[in-house]
Structures are given as C-alpha cells and as structure tokens.
C-alpha cells in the first residue's frame, strides 16, 4: 500500500513537470508544435485509425470510471447521511438484547421460582389433605365421599317428586274438567248442525271438515305414574336423618387429614426456610446477570455517534462538491478528448479553399492538445487527492473492515487481542475474547455459551468491578447444601399416624339399604315426555270456534236462534281453550322438567341409584376393613411419595433452568445481527463506495498517460491537408534532403527555411497534378496539359530564383513528373 501511494506521489509530481517539458518542446518547435507536413505518408491513414481507435476505447473505459465516480460519491453521501441513524439503531438493539436477557433471567430465576415456592408451600400446608385423598383412593374409601353425595341430594329430590305429584293432580283435574266440556259442546254442536244440514252448505261444510266425535281430550292423565309411595318412603329416611348418619364417616374419614397435618407440622416450617433460601441464591444469581449485562458504555456510544450528526450535516456538503469538483476536472479531460476524436475522425481535412468547417480534423487536433494540456494542468491534484484517498480508504478497509469481517482468521485474532489488552480492557474486562463472543454470536449461541460461564467464577467486565457467577452445578445438588432430605426424612418420621376411623355406623348402613329398596329408579319417565309432547286435542277449538262464528253470520234471518245457538258454542270453545287448554299445556310443561330433574337424581354417574347404592356399600366395607389392617403402613408409602414427588417438583425446576440457562437465554444471535448491520452501514455503504470513488478517479488518471502519447500523435496526424498522393511522389520526396527546405543568410549561410511559401514549392497542389515552375528556357504546356507553376504573390522570391551576383542565373528544378495511373 505505501509503495503503490509513494507511485502515486511520484507520478503527481512527474506528470506536470512532463507537461512543463512538453510544452517548452512545442515551443521550440518540437512534439508536434512546428507546422507538419501537409501531405500524408504512406501509412499514416493506418496509424490515425489505429491510434483512434486505441484513444476511443481508453476514452470509453474513462468514461465508465467517471460515471462510477459520479454514482460512488452519491452512494458516499447516502452512507454518510444514514450512518448515524444505522448505528444507533444496531446500538438500540444491543441493547434491546440486553434487557430481554435480563428480563428472561429474572423471569427464570425469580418468577418461575416464586411460582415453584407457592406450589411447594401449597403442597406442605396441605399435607394432610393429600396424603389423606390418596389413601382414600387406595383404600376406596372415597365411596363414603360418593355415598355422602347421594344422600345430600335426598331433600331436592323428594321437593322435585312432590311438586311433580302436585302437577299430576292438577293434569286430571283439568283434563276431567275439559273432557266434559268437550263432551256438552260435542253433543250441542251436533244436534244444530244436523238441524241446518238440509238447509245450508255451510253447514254441510263444518260437518265435512271437523269429525266432531274426536272432539276429546287425547291423553290419559290417568296414567300418569303414582308416586305416592316413593314420596312416604323419602320422607322417612329424611325423617330419620339419613343424611347425617352417613356424613358422620365421611367427617371422620376428613378429620383424619387433620391429624395427619398436625403431626408433620413441626418439619414443614424448617422445610419452607430451606426454600426460600435457595430462591434467595437465585435471586441473587439473576442480580449479578443483570448487572453483568448493565453496560453504560453504549448509551455513551450512542450519545458519540449523535455528536457526529451536526458535523456531518455540516461539512458533509463539503466532501461532495469536492469530489464533484474533482470529477468534473477529470470531465473536462474526458470531453476535450471525445470532441477531439469526433472531430477527428468524423470531420473533414483542413484547408479547404471554399472554407473550413467548424468541426473539421483540425479542431479535433486542438481539442486534443488542448485535453493533454488540462491533464498537465490538473494531474497534480487529481494523482495527490486520488493518492490521499487511496491512503485512507485502503488503510481503513485493511485495518477496520477486514477485521470486522475476518475475525477467523489467526492473525487478526493477534491482533484483536493485543487491542483489547491495552486499549480495551477498561471498557470489556480481560476474562473476554471479542473474536470467541463474535463467534458464538454468529452461531446464535446462548450467552452461557458464549461468555463460556462453565469455566469461570468470576467475571471481571471493568475496572474494579468483579461479578460472581452463578454455577450450575449448585442446582442439582441443592439437597445436599440445604440439607432438604434431612428435613424431608424428618417429615417422615413424624407421619405415624394410626388411621382407627369409622366409615359407616350400623344405623347409616341400614338407612342407605332402605334407600337402596326405595323405588326410584323404577319410575316410567318416558310417560311424562312423551305426554308432553302429544297434542292435548286433535281439533283445534280456536279455529272450529272462528268457523262456528262465520256460519253463524251466513244464516239466514229466519235462523236467528240457530244462529245465537252456533256462536254460544264457539264461545264455550274459546273459554275452555284459555282457561283449561293453555292451563294443562304448562303443567305438562313442568311436570316434563321436574322429571328431568327426578330422573338426574335418582342416577348417579350414569347408573340407577340402586345399583350404585350396592356398590358404594360394598367398597365402604372394604375400606374400612383395608384401614384398620393396613392403614398406618399404607399412610407410610404415601408419604414417601408424596415426599418424592415434592423433591421431584424442584429438580424439575432444576432441569429446566440448566437447559434454559445453557441452551435457550441470551442467545447473541440479534448482537450477530447489529453487528452485521453496522458493518454494512460503515463499510458497505460508506467505506466501499469511497474505494470505488478513488478506484474511478485512479483509473481515469492513470489512462491519461497514455492519451497524452496517443493525442499529440493524432493531432499531428489530423493537421495534415492532403492525402497520400501515391507511391511514385513518395520516392521522390523521401530523396529530397533537408538542404531542401534551407535558404540562403548573409550572415549564417544555408538556414531552416519556415516561410509559408516554402511549403507551397514543395507541396503539390489538391488537384492531383504537380504544377510547373515558370522559367525561360522551358515552354509553356499545351492546353490539354496541367496548369503552369506559378509561384504564390504573397511570399517573396528566394534566393534560389534569383541571378547571384557575378554569375549566371540559378537552375530551378522542374517538380517530379506525377502519373496518375491507369
């Protein structure tokens, strides 16, 4: 890199001292400054093209590094404007990863605790209870539990078979009431309608449409079950307080929970301190990681990088309009090169008699000059600014980007390191290696992973701070520093227990029979729903009264009593339909749900209450003798599980906070990403296109050395007038010695002659022939010939056309005899 910028310092100094030269050379009629020759050689038509096309693809290549500059600066700007917001933004981030981490730490080690300790403590205040349902279980004694229940449900039971007696009552009454009224309208209706049969249609009509023999009450109330006798034998058993009977082996059977509790109650207090001293550990523990990742330093960053936004908005405008500049000046060079070729190539020769045009090969040869000489003007600048940029981009790209991206690679991991020991040691503590956490972020891994926590017990993340770290291994042998199974096998000791209970006395066993022979379940359901749903009467009286009436209104004036007759039985109708029809239809509608609840009752999880009376009976016998012979062994084993699954509920706990902690908290993948984020935003988008800019700017500069060459070449190609003439001329004018081109001096003898009018002896003319000198001893040509040589009015005679003093007239050479060929 140093020696490509001292290259580039050379050529900054050599390239204008070179045009200094050039220009001191054209002066003294040098390089291209003295008038050329007007006609062309023989290959000069090859090497004007072959020199412009050269020239044309090096001005292509220049103008694709130029526009490459003009698109770089603006990508410059772009990443310099947006630089500040990128950072802070990756900076919002990191610390966003920090306070989730905290917050995932805290929420393990202390909430998910706190919710472990509740559910521990839950289960020691409830000891008894516990042990108490689960021997119960074992011993079926929960069918005392289930007996109990049954006979609880006694009393709404026989309300619900009471009030379903009362809606029976109420359904004859009723629908004997209504069956009779029915039967009076029926026998009425029929003898009038028989009477007006003969005489009116309408008549005829009512008979044809409503069989006035169906005229009746459809259901048989009748037949409604009697519950008489299942109501008197529930009321003696409620009598007898059958309830109570039972329930007093159910609360014996309960107290025993109690008795249970108070013997283990002296080792639960000792048992809860042990939790919460442990939940005080990791209490701490989540402090320490909190502090651990309480790092100030990027609020202090991100407060450094909001400094540098005035300063960017301010000189910012600065560094892009310099660099317009910059690529404007190497513009200016790019154009007086494109119009020189142009003009060049595409313009006509100079030196027309009739007029030049603007555009002709002679102004393409002083654009080309004209751009040598802007490239000697601004090479100076160009080369040093381009060397400076070089010099800044390369090291910054070298020494900050390929770090950033290559953190793999051994040598800058050296390098890191010895950064870090000594500039960086206040910031991070020397227990981290950036290039390792880099790593582990990259790969997502969890911040235990990552710190490598595993190996260390302390941490030292500043100057003077030092955090302890939590180990891991502290959780699974928790028993052994808190000494839990001591106090866990204390609570064993104290759960002697003698479980001597009674679950059923002999008088509620002899209730419960009765209760089982009560005839319940036998009740016929089906009739209450099924009646329920049956239409009360098979004719609707609403609607045979509406017909009465409208026959009523058709008969005739003659008929006035039949008529009086016909509407006294619709309103019978109509009476009977609202207070006895509706009236039946809601206590069926009663009766239909009190039997619903009456079936409910007399099951019980979906067997008849007979059946399960029978069972229940027969498991409360056998757990009752299962405690009194095996009750104090068997309160032993559940204790011993319930004390496992007590142990087992914190290594759970345990568990699970090792794999988080291990696997799943702090994982560093959102610092990879800042991470990235901010390379990008630095190197990608300003530092990158900054090395395209003077990678542009370097490449047009350097291609301008040779356009120097190639420009003064065809300038001096494009200023010559006439073509080749051919080869004949050729060989005559190579013969001719520079002695051609000298005149005579006083003073100095034979000197270069630089007239204009030497040029016009000795070029031939742009008609193709070569004109004749006018002399005396030469005759002049006919008419069909080429014209005489005339030599031109405005340029003196030289010495050679005129006598020498005391001698004889000096001999003019004739042109060279000119062919034009076939």
């Not at 340029?795 to 003093?805: A, F, I, Y």
């Given at each position: 890199?140093?020696?490509?910028?001292?290259?580039g310092?050379?050529?900054?100094?050599?390239?204008?001292?070179?045009?200094?030269f050039?220009?001191?050379?054209?002066?003294?009629?040098?390089?291209g400054?003295?008038?050329?020759?007007?006609?062309e050689?023989?290959?000069?038509?090859?090497?004007?093209?072959?020199?412009?096309?050269?020239?044309?693809?090096?001005?292509?290549?220049?103008?694709?590094?130029l526009?490459?500059?003009?698109?770089?600066?603006?990508?410059?700007?772009?990443?310099?404007?947006?630089l500040?917001?990128?950072?802070?933004?990756?900076?919002?981030?990191?610390?966003?990863?920090?306070?989730?981490?905290?917050?995932?730490?805290?929420?393990?080690?202390k909430?998910?605790?706190?919710?472990?300790?509740?559910?521990?403590?839950?289960?020691?205040?409830?000891?008894g209870?516990?042990?108490?349902?689960?021997?119960?279980?074992?011993?079926?004694?929960?069918?005392?539990?289930?007996?109990?229940?049954?006979?609880s449900?006694?009393?709404?039971?026989?309300?619900?078979i009471?009030?379903?007696?009362?809606?029976?009552?109420?359904?004859?009454q009723?629908?004997?009431q209504?069956q009779?009224?029915?039967?009076?309208?029926?026998?009425?209706?029929?003898?009038?309608l028989n009477?007006?049969?003969?005489?009116?249609?309408?008549?005829?009509?009512?008979?044809?449409?409503?069989?006035?023999s169906?005229?009746?009450?459809?259901p048989n109330?009748?037949?409604?079950?009697?519950?008489?006798?299942?109501?008197q034998?529930?009321?003696d058993?409620?009598n007898?307080?059958?309830?109570?009977?039972?329930?007093?082996?159910?609360?014996?059977?309960?107290?025993?929970?109690y008795?249970?509790?108070?013997?283990?109650?002296?080792?639960i207090?000792?048992?809860?301190?042990?939790?919460?001293?442990?939940g005080?550990?990791?209490?701490?523990?989540?402090d320490?990681?909190?502090q651990?990742?309480?790092?100030?330093e990027?609020?202090?960053?991100?407060?450094?990088?909001?400094g540098?936004?005035?300063?960017?908005?301010?000189?910012?405008?600065?560094?892009?309009?310099?660099?317009?500049?910059?690529?404007?000046?190497?513009?200016?060079?790019?154009?007086?090169?494109t119009?020189?070729?142009?003009?060049?190539?595409?313009?006509?020769?100079?030196?027309?008699?009739?007029?030049?045009?603007?555009?002709?090969?002679?102004?393409?040869?002083?654009?080309?000059?004209?751009?040598?000489?802007?490239?000697?003007?601004?090479?100076f600048?160009l080369?040093?600014?381009?060397t400076?940029?070089?010099?800044?981009?390369?090291?910054?790209?070298?020494?900050?980007c390929?770090?950033?991206?290559?953190?793999?690679?051994?040598q800058?991991?050296?390098?890191?390191l010895?950064?870090?020991?000594?500039?960086?040691?206040?910031?991070i503590?020397?227990?981290?290696?950036?290039?390792?956490?880099l790593?582990?972020?990259?790969?997502?891994?969890?911040l235990?992973?990552?710190?490598?926590?595993?190996?260390?017990?302390?941490?030292?993340?500043?100057?003077?701070?030092?955090?302890?770290v939590?180990?891991?291994s502290?959780?699974?042998?928790?028993?052994?520093?808190?000494?839990?199974?001591?106090?866990?096998?204390?609570?064993?000791?104290?759960?002697?227990v003698?479980?001597?209970?009674?679950?059923?006395?002999m008088?509620?066993?002899?209730?419960?029979?009765?209760?089982?022979?009560?005839?319940?379940?036998?009740?016929?359901?089906?009739?209450?729903?099924?009646?329920?749903e049956?239409?009360?009467?098979?004719?609707?009286l609403?609607?045979l009264?509406?017909?009465?009436?409208?026959?009523?209104?058709?008969?005739?004036?003659?008929?006035?009593?039949?008529?009086?007759?016909?509407?006294?039985?619709?309103?019978?109708?109509?009476?009977?339909?609202?207070?006895?029809?509706?009236?039946?239809?809601?206590?069926?509608?009663k009766?239909?749900?009190?039997?619903?609840?009456?079936?409910?009752?007399?099951?019980?999880?979906g067997?008849?209450?007979?059946?399960?009376?029978?069972?229940?009976?027969?498991?409360?016998?056998w757990?009752?003798?299962?405690?009194?012979?095996?009750?104090?062994?068997?309160?032993?084993?559940?204790?011993?599980?319930?004390?496992?699954?007590?142990?087992?509920?914190?290594?759970?706990?345990?568990?699970?906070?090792?794999q988080?902690?291990?696997?799943?908290?702090?994982?560093?993948?959102?610092?990879?990403?800042?991470?990235?984020?901010?390379?990008?935003?630095?190197c990608?988008?300003?530092?990158?296109p900054?090395?395209?800019?003077?990678?542009?700017?370097?490449?047009?500069s350097?291609?301008?050395?040779?356009?120097?060459?190639?420009?003064?070449?065809?300038?001096?190609?494009?200023?010559?007038?006439?073509?080749?003439?051919?080869?004949?001329?050729?060989?005559?004018?190579?013969?001719?010695?520079?002695?051609?081109?000298?005149?005579?001096?006083?003073?100095?003898?034979?000197?270069?002659?630089?007239?204009?009018?030497?040029?016009?002896?000795?070029?031939p003319?742009?008609?193709?022939?070569m004109?004749?000198?006018q002399?005396?001893?030469?005759?002049?040509?006919?008419?069909?010939?080429?014209?005489?040589?005339?030599?031109?009015?405005d340029?003196?005679?030289?010495?050679?056309?005129?006598?020498?003093?005391n001698?004889?007239s000096e001999?003019?050479?004739?042109?060279?005899?000119?062919?034009?060929?076939?």
């Open positions: 890199m140093l020696l490509v910028g001292l290259i310092l050379l050529l900054a100094i050599v390239i204008p001292v070179g045009g200094f050039f220009c001191c050379c054209r002066c003294a009629g040098r390089c400054g003295s008038r050329v020759e007007v006609m050689k023989k290959r000069d038509s090859c090497r004007r093209i072959s020199c412009g096309i050269v020239m044309f693809s090096i001005v292509v290549v220049m103008m694709f590094g526009v490459c500059a003009f698109v770089t600066n603006e990508y410059i700007e772009q990443g310099v404007q947006a500040p917001d990128n950072l802070k933004w990756s900076i919002d981030d990191v610390q966003l990863y920090f306070n989730n981490t905290k917050s995932e730490v805290n929420n393990l080690l909430n998910n605790f706190k919710q472990l300790q509740e559910k521990l403590e839950e289960s020691l205040d409830r000891s209870d516990i042990v108490k349902i689960r021997l119960g279980e074992v011993s079926q004694a929960v069918a005392v539990d289930n007996l109990t229940e049954i006979v449900r006694l009393g709404q039971l026989r309300n619900d009471n009030e379903a007696m009362e809606n029976t009552k109420k359904l004859q009723d629908g004997n209504l009779l009224g029915l039967a009076g309208v029926r026998k009425d209706l029929m003898g009038l009477e007006c049969n003969s005489e009116l249609e309408a008549c005829q009509e009512i008979l044809k449409l409503y069989d006035l169906h005229l009746v009450v459809e109330f009748s037949e409604l079950p009697n519950l008489t006798d299942i109501m034998k529930l009321s058993l409620l007898e307080d059958i309830e109570s009977e039972v329930r007093k082996g159910k609360d014996t059977f309960d107290r025993l929970s008795t249970i509790q108070d013997a283990v109650s002296n080792a207090p000792e048992i809860k301190q042990k939790i919460r001293n442990f005080i550990e990791l209490g701490a523990a989540a320490n990681t909190s651990m990742l309480h790092v100030p990027l609020r202090q960053a991100k407060e450094v990088v909001s540098f936004q005035p300063y960017i908005e301010k000189y910012s405008v600065y560094r892009r309009y310099g660099s317009m500049a910059l690529c404007c000046g190497m513009l200016a060079i790019v154009l007086c090169f119009f020189g070729l142009v003009c060049g190539s595409c313009g006509s020769r100079p030196g027309n008699i009739y007029g030049d045009s603007s555009c002709n090969k002679g102004v393409g040869a002083r654009l080309l000059i004209m751009g040598v000489i802007v490239v000697f003007l601004l090479s600048f080369l040093l600014t381009t400076a940029l070089f010099l800044v981009g390369g090291t910054t790209q070298r020494t900050i390929d770090v950033i991206k290559n953190t793999s690679d051994p800058v991991k050296e390098a890191i010895l950064v870090q020991k000594h500039r960086l040691i206040k910031m503590g020397e227990d981290f290696q950036i290039t390792e956490i790593r582990q972020c990259h790969n997502n891994k969890s235990y992973q990552t710190l490598e926590l595993e190996k260390r017990s302390q941490l030292h993340i500043g100057p003077n701070v030092v955090v302890s939590f180990n891991l502290k959780l699974t042998n928790y028993q052994e520093r808190y000494k839990v199974d001591e106090k866990l096998s204390e609570f064993l000791n104290q759960l002697n003698n479980p001597n209970v009674t679950l059923l006395t008088e509620g066993k002899e209730l419960l029979k009765q209760l089982r022979d009560t005839p319940v379940s036998s009740i016929n359901f089906t009739v209450y729903f099924v009646m329920a049956e239409q009360l009467t098979s004719i609707n609403l609607e009264a509406a017909k009465l009436n409208n026959t009523a209104e058709i008969l005739p004036s003659s008929q006035l009593e039949l008529a009086a007759k016909l509407r006294n039985s619709a309103l019978q109708l109509e009476s009977y339909h609202l207070r006895l029809v509706i009236s039946i239809r809601s206590s069926l509608n009766l239909k749900n009190v039997a619903e609840h009456i079936q409910k009752a007399s099951e019980f999880h067997k008849k209450l007979k059946d399960v009376i029978i069972e229940l009976l027969e498991k409360a016998q757990a009752q003798k299962f405690i009194q012979t095996k009750g104090k062994e068997e309160l032993k084993k559940l204790g011993k599980e319930f004390v496992s699954e007590f142990t087992e509920l914190i290594d759970q706990y345990a568990a699970h906070v090792k988080q902690v291990t696997e799943e908290i702090g994982r560093c993948g959102p610092v990879s990403q800042a991470y990235n984020a901010s390379y990008v935003a630095a990608n988008k300003v530092i990158l900054f090395n395209g800019f003077w990678a542009s700017l370097g490449w047009c350097l291609l301008c050395i040779p356009c120097i060459f190639i420009a003064v070449t065809l300038s001096v190609l494009y200023r010559r007038i006439d073509p080749y003439p051919g080869p004949l001329v050729d060989s005559v004018s190579q013969k001719r010695t520079w002695k051609d081109r000298q005149t005579y001096d006083n003073r100095n003898g034979y000197v270069y002659d630089y007239s204009p009018g030497f040029r016009d002896r000795v070029s003319p742009r008609s193709g022939y004109p004749a000198p002399v005396d001893n030469v005759q002049p040509p006919t008419s069909a010939g080429p014209p005489p040589y005339a030599a031109p009015q340029v003196p005679p030289s010495m050679g056309s005129q006598p020498l003093p001698g004889p001999y003019t050479r004739p042109p060279p005899y000119f062919f034009p060929g076939p």
